[in-house]
């Protein structure tokens, strides 16, 4: 009996020491990029994701959607209305979902004037040639490379005879050798079957699959090198999220617990009479999932966090806690400095952010990053060539 009890214990400590040692492979105060900027540039595209990684993120956020001919591409929402000319291209199709389109036929989409005529602020005529981005671009783009174009602007890209499709990059010239990773999101996964499969297999064939490629390393030493970002070029490079239950549970066959998972959910209301059964429950499922974060939304009343017993039962369950989507320097206070106390903990391991510019300021000023902050963000537009 007693021997039953010192292995069931071993056991134990053997699963949480795991989990924990899986957690070092992410810096703390981690700076994710949400969508690559929704703010400065039109969101999930190249001009948005060249910006977040010159910015210094440690993340590049994204979400992975199927076409109908089975090529992964960026998109958040399941249909292409709000942020592309999908109706005029395709009139009556903008409803239609994401999966229903082939490649060639979202390559034909403008994925930048939406965001000028909304944000007249922001506006660089440039973005108008922004396009729906493949899964690739973003892992090119973290690598210090863009999108090869025509002189025109336009994408440059070959098919074959059998219709595979070949496109191109090229070395950034306006590349300053930040090296993010990659954070992924799946949307509806439940409407693209073996996605999780599929995902494994991309990241093979960009060079970018942790389990099948000697990249290293495991240390805080190396997501830092040279006062640039070196994420990228860590174990840590990729992490995989999504609200779905069952797409967590496909992570975990796919990737076998060895690729860091988010379990992403939105935070139980502290007015709901069975909020701390639901705190418990969605726990239980994070950790049995494999999970070493759990993702969650801000949850501010008057100022101050209103689910603080939720961040606080996560910590204690030894889950680390990434939140998104921050915008303001006073709700990342609210977050990291609970009340202005300056010897509180945070409440949070990494901030899922709309304004790199303003989280890599908000952590050097608490001496919590060890790299300068992001120059000007308008700046960095200017020097990766998006014109006003």
């Known amino acids: 009996m007693l021997l039953s009890f010192v292995t069931l214990f071993s056991l134990t400590q053997c699963s949480a020491s795991s989990e924990h040692e899986g957690q070092k492979l992410i810096p703390d105060n981690s700076v994710i990029a949400h969508r690559g900027s929704i703010y400065w540039a039109p969101e999930l595209t190249e001009a948005a994701f060249r910006w977040a990684r010159n910015s210094g993120a440690d993340y590049l956020e994204l979400d992975v959607h199927r076409t109908k001919d089975d090529h992964l591409v960026v998109m958040h929402d399941k249909t292409l209305k709000r942020t592309t000319n999908v109706a005029e291209i395709f009139p009556g199709r903008e409803s239609d979902p994401i999966g229903t389109f082939t490649l060639e036929e979202i390559l ?43 002189p025109d602007g336009s994408r440059l890209f070959n098919m074959s005879d059998e219709g595979g499709y070949s496109f191109e990059y090229e070395n950034d010239p306006a590349d300053n050798g930040h090296r993010p990773g990659i954070y992924i999101e799946t949307k509806y996964p439940q409407s693209y079957p073996d996605l999780e499969k599929q995902i494994y297999e991309a990241l093979t064939d960009y060079g970018w699959n942790p389990l099948e490629t000697n990249r290293q390393n495991n240390t805080s030493d190396g997501f830092y090198r040279d006062g640039k970002v070196n ?7 990729i992490l995989v999220q999504t609200f779905s239950r069952d797409g967590m549970l496909h992570f975990k066959d796919v990737f076998k617990g060895e690729v860091l998972t988010s379990f992403l959910v939105k935070s139980p209301a502290p007015e709901d009479s069975a909020y701390e059964s639901k705190i418990d429950e969605i726990i239980d499922f994070a950790r049995s999932s494999g999970a070493q974060f759990i993702g969650t939304n801000l949850s501010l009343q008057d100022g101050e966090v209103s689910n603080r017993l939720f961040l606080e039962r996560i ?3 030894g889950l680390k806690i990434n939140v998104y989507s921050f915008n303001t320097v ?24 709309n304004r790199t510019d303003l989280t890599t300021h908000f952590y050097k000023k608490h001496d919590s990053r060890p790299i300068e902050p992001s120059q000007d963000p308008e700046e960095i537009l200017d020097e990766l060539g998006y014109e006003p």
């Open 108 to 150: 034909q989409l403008d994925a930048g004037t939406a965001f000028n005529h909304k944000n007249p602020g922001q506006a660089r005529g440039s973005f108008t040639r922004e396009g729906v981005l493949l899964f690739e671009d973003v892992f090119r783009i973290a690598e210090g490379k863009r999108i090869k174009r025509n």
């Open 231 to 237: 994420v990228g070029n860590t174990r840590g490079k």
């Open 315 to 317: 910590r204690e369950a």
């Open 330 to 353: 006073d709700e990342m206070n609210a977050y990291f400095n609970p009340g202005l106390d300056e010897k509180a903990a945070p409440l949070l391991d990494g901030m899922i952010t």
